[in-house]
T-cell receptor
Framework: QKEVEQNSGPLSVPEGAIASLNCTYS??????FFWYRQYSGKSPELIMF????GDKEDGRFTAQLNKASQYVSLLIRDSQPSDSATYLC????????????FGQGTELSVKP | EAEVAQSPRYKITEKSQAVAFWCDPI?????LYWYRQILGQGPELLVQ????????DSQLPKDRFSAERLKGVDSTLKIQPAELGDSAMYLC?????????????FGAGTRLSVL
């Protein structure tokens, strides 16, 4: 089992819709969770981080964390074509010196 | 706005040649990371430095890869000799501290093509 798993997609949504990106992780000791956006050929850009169970909202983005289910998600409201990118879920393994483990990424395509 | 600087942005080399990548972290960031990202996959940690010391290099292919951060500031990653399978994006990241709320910021990366 991979330490961090994401659906590879591509996920296609129409402009203005809600995009839902999901991530599961295997290490119950994980305490910190990050979502990075990566445009084609570019480096990852941090868009959200969450440490506690529940929801965290930042503009059109909402991160949701459920530690009991070992599940973290990212919702993008009012999706725009500029949101088309690969979204990387990353989990920090504190018991491994703060090592960040990435999922393989989910490709999102927002159609005008 | 402070950024992680990397050079070169692109590198084309032939197999068996030596290549080197340079990274300058955000000023004041004690922790520096080198990642390799193969197309279609997430970044994979190669080496982590805390100041000038290596914290984790468990995934670094030490027969051909080396990394150093001599003065605890900028860092160099070297591959010698390069192999076809080394073609990837090499990303450098830095963070102000380690711990549970560690946020890593990435540089623009170096795209390596080995022919």
């Amino acid at each position: 089992q991979k330490e961090v798993e994401q659906n590879s997609g591509p996920l296609s949504v129409p402009e203005g819709a809600i995009a839902s990106l999901n991530c599961t992780y295997s290490d119950r000791g994980s305490q910190s969770f990050f979502w990075y956006r990566q445009y084609s050929g570019k480096s990852p850009e941090l868009i959200m981080f969450i440490y506690s169970n529940g929801d965290k909202e930042d503009g059109r983005f909402t991160a949701q964390l459920n530690k009991a289910s070992q599940y973290v998600s990212l919702l993008i409201r009012d999706s725009q074509p500029s949101d088309s990118a690969t979204y990387l879920c990353a989990v920090l393994l504190y018991n491994q010196g703060g090592k960040l483990i990435f999922g393989q990424g989910t490709e999102l395509s927002v159609k005008p | 706005e402070a950024e992680v600087a990397q050079s070169p942005r692109y590198k084309i080399t032939e197999k068996s040649q030596a290549v080197a990548f340079w990274c300058d972290p955000i000023s004041g960031h004690a922790t520096l990371y080198w990642y390799r990202q193969i197309l279609g996959q997430g970044p994979e940690l190669l080496v982590q430095f805390q100041d000038e010391s290596v914290v984790d290099d468990s995934q670094l292919p030490k027969d051909r890869f080396s990394a150093e951060r001599l003065k605890g500031v900028d860092s160099t990653l070297k591959i010698q000799p390069a192999e076809l399978g080394d073609s990837a994006m090499y990303l450098c990241a830095s963070s102000p501290r380690t711990g549970t709320k560690n946020i890593q910021y990435f540089g623009a990366g170096t795209r390596l093509s080995v022919l």
